[in-house]
């Protein structure tokens, strides 16, 4: 053993090297953040608590098709379609939608399957609760959170290729004859 | 090596009545990374045989594989190795094309590698880590940590998720790469090998992390291979054998890389080549990001690939095949394959038996986790039970790719 390597060992100078390192890490920014105080800001494309979408004239977007039930990997999507007649006019849409967030794995493939864009995706993830009934979002609530965050769903949907931001989106939009809201 | 110096010490005791005694570690124990158990049989503090069991974690996925489209499946595999969603992705979408036959255009193949790399990084940033933490050195978890979140929120930038990803696509990937998100992955990569050398700094030259690391879970080439092993725990042995080598996929035969080996197959050493392969992932991240050509993301191939939704929109025949695939999923030619692939912990492959139609007839899935504790036994045999949790660490197990 070297003279050198006999001071290394008794002034254990590998943890001397290593305590300067974590020294000098309480100087750098804090990486963390204070949870309920602080809040991070998410990116467009995540991929969060699930809203059924209006149409800008205030028309639900959704025409119960089926597709997104038929999407899912986890089976957590039921719809119930049905169409009635206004004016000799026909007009489909879901009676019944409902999606089981408690089994729901927020892969977004509904989606991608949809396609008239009814379902988008927005920043909400705060919807903890202690009755577990209450996470199965029936229809009222789920449009409740797409109107809520509609600006979230419309940046997700634009983010993950669904829709783009310009006036085309409007053009793309499936329009029943001449039926309006009454 | 160990088991005779046991039997020196075993004829050196004088003769008092001895016995084994068997301990139940796990499935609750906090360094069983998930819920596995070992049965461990001890004689004083030596282990003489330890009996990894199974299952705990068990979700039938592989039959769950069996109802659902091939499309379908994608998010489940996010959810077989928890740590690397990515590279689970990456694999199962590798089979199903090559059961399809299925050309990836060349900016996809660009964009896998660089993830794919990233989630190799966030791997072993996860096993260095935990590994240390196991170990007793806890500054090492906070700045891997550190480091593993700044990717994770790439990964959310990215694809909307940060551990469940599902970003891989049958012919492509989901999304394309945004300005902001290379920028990201520019900075990360050229801040990253500072990063890498504070760990360093932090455990190679701790004595106590190498006597706890230096000659444990020791395994010679010969009986590596013949386990099956494969990954850092196979390289550690000094044995040359890495799939994106061996068989290149994506991006990795055009770019200029290494395979780190070690020599002595201990835990010491496959700590060294996961560090380096870290350093390497860096290199391929970069060029891959500086070649990356341009072009679309998603192959057009109307009959097995989602289409596009501005083409759903305006196109009838889209809309059709969105319909139909949604529904019904493509139709796979009959046959079998197997395709293996490099994930960080080792090869991660899919067998996939097609009867044709739109689900497969069986899904099988090589998960290296799995293999890797066949030769639990035979690496712990010997050493002390202190010892245990190092050689559990030394594999990088997942238990939920174990038990699937
Ligand atoms: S996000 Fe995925 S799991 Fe959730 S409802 Fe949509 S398709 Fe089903
Ligand atoms: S949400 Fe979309 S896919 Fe689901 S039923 Fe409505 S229109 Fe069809």
């Not at chain 2, 004689?43 to 979700?59: D, Q, T, Y």
């Not at chain 2, 993830?115 to 880590?129: D, K, N, P, T």
């Not at chain 2, 994506?250 to 080996?261: M, N, R, S």
């Amino acid at each position: 053993m070297t003279i050198r390597t006999f001071f290394k060992n008794v002034f254990f100078q590998e943890i001397l090297k290593a305590l300067k390192l974590t020294f000098k890490h309480s100087f750098v920014k804090e990486v963390t953040l204070q949870y309920p105080h602080q809040k991070l800001q998410l990116p467009d494309a995540h991929r969060g608590a699930l809203g059924l979408l209006y149409y800008d004239d205030g028309v639900e977007r959704c025409v119960g098709c089926d597709l997104c039930q038929a999407a899912c990997p986890s089976h957590c999507i039921r719809v119930v379609s049905g169409e009635d007649q206004e004016n000799g006019v026909l007009r489909r849409f879901a009676t019944e939608f409902y999606i089981d967030m408690t089994k729901c794995v927020f892969c977004g493939f509904c989606v991608e399957a949809c396609p008239v864009n009814a379902l988008g995706m927005t920043k909400l993830y705060e919807y903890s609760t202690a009755n577990k009934r209450s996470l199965i979002f029936d229809k009222p609530r789920l449009y409740e959170v797409g109107k809520n965050y509609y600006n979230d769903a419309k940046a997700y949907l634009v983010a993950h290729n669904q829709e783009k931001a310009d006036e085309s989106a409007e053009a793309w939009r499936y329009r029943f004859p001449s039926f309006t809201k009454q | 090596m160990a088991e005779s110096q046991l039997l020196e010490e075993k004829k050196s005791l004088p003769l008092l009545r001895t016995e084994e005694l068997l301990v139940n570690m796990g499935p609750q124990h906090p360094s069983t990374h998930g819920v596995l158990k070992v049965v461990l049989t001890l004689e004083g503090e030596r282990i003489i045989k330890s009996e990894p069991v199974l299952g705990f974690l068990h979700r039938g996925v592989e039959k769950l594989a069996e109802t659902i489209t091939y499309h379908q499946f994608i998010p489940h595999t996010d959810r077989l190795d928890y740590v690397c969603a990515m590279y689970n992705n990456f694999a199962y979408v590798r089979a199903v094309e090559k059961l399809l036959a299925l050309k990836v255009p060349d900016r996809a193949e660009y964009l896998r590698t660089i993830i794919a790399e990233v989630q190799r990084i966030i791997g072993h940033l996860f096993w260095l880590g935990s590994q240390a933490l196991d170990i007793g050195a806890m500054t090492v978890f906070f700045y891997t940590f550190r480091e593993r979140e700044l990717l994770l929120d790439i990964f959310d930038d990215l694809c909307g998720a940060r551990l469940t990803t599902s970003w891989y696509r049958i012919g492509g990937v989901e999304r394309d790469f945004t300005p902001k998100i290379i920028d990201d992955i520019y900075k990360f990569v050229a801040d990253f090998p500072s990063k890498i050398d504070e760990y360093d700094t932090l455990l190679v030259n701790n004595r106590i992390w190498l006597a706890r690391t230096k000659g444990i879970a020791y395994i010679s080439a010969e009986d590596a291979v013949s386990f099956g092993l494969s990954g850092p725990t196979l390289r550690g042995s000094g044995v040359d054998y890495d799939l994106r080598k061996v068989a290149p996929y994506g991006a990795y035969d055009k770019v200029e890389w290494k395979v780190p080996l070690g020599k002595n197959g201990d835990t010491y050493d496959r700590y060294y080549i996961r560090m380096e392969e870290m350093r390497e992932s860096t290199k391929i991240i970069k060029q891959c990001l500086d070649q990356l050509p341009e072009g679309p993301y998603l192959a057009y191939e109307p009959k097995v690939v989602i289409p596009a939704k501005d083409r759903v929109f305006t196109d009838m025949e889209s809309m059709i095949y969105q319909f139909r695939l949604f529904t019904n999923g493509f139709n796979a030619p009959p046959g079998d394959i197997y395709c293996g692939t490099e994930a960080h912990k080792g090869e991660l492959g899919f067998y996939i038996v097609s009867r044709g139609g739109g689900k497969p007839y069986r899904l099988k899935i090589r998960a290296p986790s799995f293999i890797h504790l066949g030769a639990f036994d035979h690496m712990a045999k010997g050493y002390m039970i202190a010892d245990i949790v190092t050689i559990f660490g030394t594999y990088d197990i997942v238990m939920g790719e174990c038990d699937r």
